[in-house]
């Protein structure tokens, strides 16, 4: 029998960066600065690691794992100043729609001993990311535009450009400004002089230790990619939600180039896992712009993969559903192959501890918290606003649901943009896009194609919604920081997330309302300032009925704090 550790969440540092784009079209650039060492990876390798000290009899680096995904708190650092110019805003995204896959079908090609030899590379991805982070919040650009990609420049302003990789000017943000002090940066990367610096390659950009002068840390370049332009890649280039779009990859061995040439690699559109080369890792690894790591299956579609590497193409796709279907399809994977070795693991690790469940049920709930107050800030109410009055019908009642209205601050404006809003949720075209819920509506115990979302609203004249139509904070009279606009609801009480449909209010069984909790033992809510906190479902009614009620007059005791789990 194999032991297989407990999935505790492992304490991690991350970069935290508002997944979403405005109703603009432009995306949000009010970002968490943080070191960038750990992020989105939690504990299941704790499990890998017991499994390799029982047939290996090797110890392993206790490292955060690729195959899971958890929140953590953050703290901002400063970003070192290093002035590079401003540039001009980007060309409107084309119109273009694909089916994102949820299904990648088996790691044929994946083992255990790939998987471990692949956290190294994944933690890197995500401090590259969290540099990127750092210089933008500096110079307002991702890195310095290149000459190579200049017509006709002026001698004289040839200093605003660059002849040497991303990787050299992100050196003063992995701490390694003496290194790029070193560089003549008026220079082309091979140069006489930085010729010599070749051979200073800093471990961040090695995927290999081995890896003496050449690395396979790339970003995609091309004139519909983030690099690779006569402008300088900013945040608001990205359209299609940081989330779902490639900030830097992992490239095959024989595609590897110098780390301090300016990369030129391109995607192929017909066959892009091909043009990454020869992979020993068995997957493509990628970080996307929000600085969340993304393993993905080599058999993902080339449309997936394709609209992952463009910024603002207005592709569906859902970065997070993609990471998601990675992980189950790898553990079920690991279980069936210790099965067949007639090797049981002690625990099902296909099914979803508590801990991982509520880590992230909370992380969908915050990023809906962080929607919900983008979406009040703009339009001065919760969705759905009456100024949107192509969204209702002619007694008023909203066609789509309040969650379709968030979309755009959630990073899925393509999908957004896919509705007719001036048509019914079940109408056929609107009918379609049911199937593509989004990762951030779908709890964590729900299946990967569920379209049925538990996060609702109660809604009734007590509440915070007694009309079909949004409301104002300042209609809460008991203080937003008391007051529940969004909880995560019993299985049982989940309704189809495109229909505008929520749970009626019972004051006669406030939480009986909210369904079956038996598979959590607790309430997820957000409030109206935008915090999550999460209750015991024991919590008497009265004390829940305050929450409910925004201007009750009712004062929470200070025994609610016992209730309080977090």
Request: proline content about 8%; overall charge negative.
């Amino acid at each position: 029998m194999v032991t297989v550790p407990s999935l505790q969440p492992l304490p991690v540092s991350q970069v935290n960066v508002k997944n979403n784009s405005g109703p603009t079209g432009s995306n949000s650039n009010r970002i968490l600065i943080v070191a960038a060492a750990g992020g989105v990876f939690s504990a299941l390798l704790l499990c890998l690691v017991g499994w390799l000290l029982f047939f290996r009899g090797k110890p392993t680096n206790d490292r955060p794992s690729v195959v899971a995904s958890v929140d953590e708190p953050v703290t901002a650092v400063p970003a070192t100043d290093v002035p590079v110019p401003d540039t001009s805003a980007p060309a409107e995204p084309k119109s273009k729609l694909s089916a994102t896959s949820a299904n990648l079908g088996e790691l044929d090609s994946f083992d255990v001993k790939r998987l471990m030899a692949l956290n190294g590379p994944a933690v890197k991805l995500q401090q590259i990311a969290g540099a990127f982070h750092r210089y933008h919040a500096s110079n307002r650009t991702f890195t310095r535009p290149r000459l190579q990609d200049q017509q006709n420049v002026a001698e004289d302003k040839k200093s605003a450009y660059t002849e040497l990789s991303w990787r050299v000017h992100l050196l003063p943000y992995v701490d390694q400004l003496p290194l790029y002090e070193s560089f003549h940066l008026d220079e082309p990367w091979d140069s006489p002089h930085n010729m010599t610096l070749l051979d200073k390659m800093p471990d961040i950009y090695r995927v290999d230790l081995a890896e003496d002068t050449k690395t396979r840390f790339q970003v995609v370049t091309g004139p519909q990619c983030l690099f690779g332009n006569a402008q300088a890649p900013q945040f608001r280039d990205i359209t299609d939600g940081q989330g779902n779009t490639i900030l830097a990859l992992v490239v095959g061995v024989d595609r590897a180039v110098p780390w301090t040439q300016p990369d030129s690699f391109h995607l192929d559109p017909v066959d892009p896992v091909a043009s990454l080369g020869k992979l020993p890792e068995g997957c493509v690894l990628c970080v996307t712009a929000d600085a969340e790591a993304l393993p993905l299956s080599t058999s993902i579609p080339a449309e997936d993969l394709v609209a992952l590497a463009t910024p603002s193409g207005n592709e569906v796709v859902d970065g997070q559903k993609l990471r998601r279907a990675f992980q189950e399809n790898y553990r079920a994977l690991l279980t069936k192959r210790m099965q067949d070795e007639g090797k049981p693991m002690e625990r099902d690790i296909t099914k979803v501890t508590p801990q991982t469940a509520a880590a992230g049920r909370s992380n969908r709930l915050k990023r809906i918290a962080e929607a919900l107050l983008e979406y009040h800030q703009i339009y001065k109410q919760f969705p759905i606003a009456k100024g949107q009055s192509e969204s209702l019908d002619a007694q008023g009642n909203p066609l789509l649901s309040w969650r379709v209205h968030l979309l755009p601050m959630l990073g899925h404006r393509p999908l957004y943009e896919s509705f007719k809003l001036n048509e019914p949720w079940d109408s056929p075209h609107n009918r379609s896009l049911i199937e593509k819920m989004p990762d951030v509506f779908c709890d964590p115990y729900d299946q990967l194609d569920e379209t049925k979302t538990r996060y609702v609203r109660l809604t009734g004249p007590e509440t915070a919604f007694p009309e079909p139509t949004g409301s104002t904070m300042r209609s809460f009279r008991d203080g937003i920081a008391d007051t529940l606009v969004t909880v995560s609801a019993g299985a049982d009480k989940a309704v189809i997330w495109t229909k505008p449909d929520d749970i009626p209010y019972d004051a006669e069984s406030p939480v009986g309302c909210l369904g079956d909790l038996s598979d959590t033992d607790s309430i997820s809510y957000v409030r109206a300032d935008g915090g999550v906190s999460v209750l015991s479902s024991s919590v008497p009614s009265d004390m829940f009925h305050a929450i409910v009620t925004p201007s009750g007059g009712e004062r929470l005791p200070k025994e609610f704090a016992e209730y309080q789990l977090r």
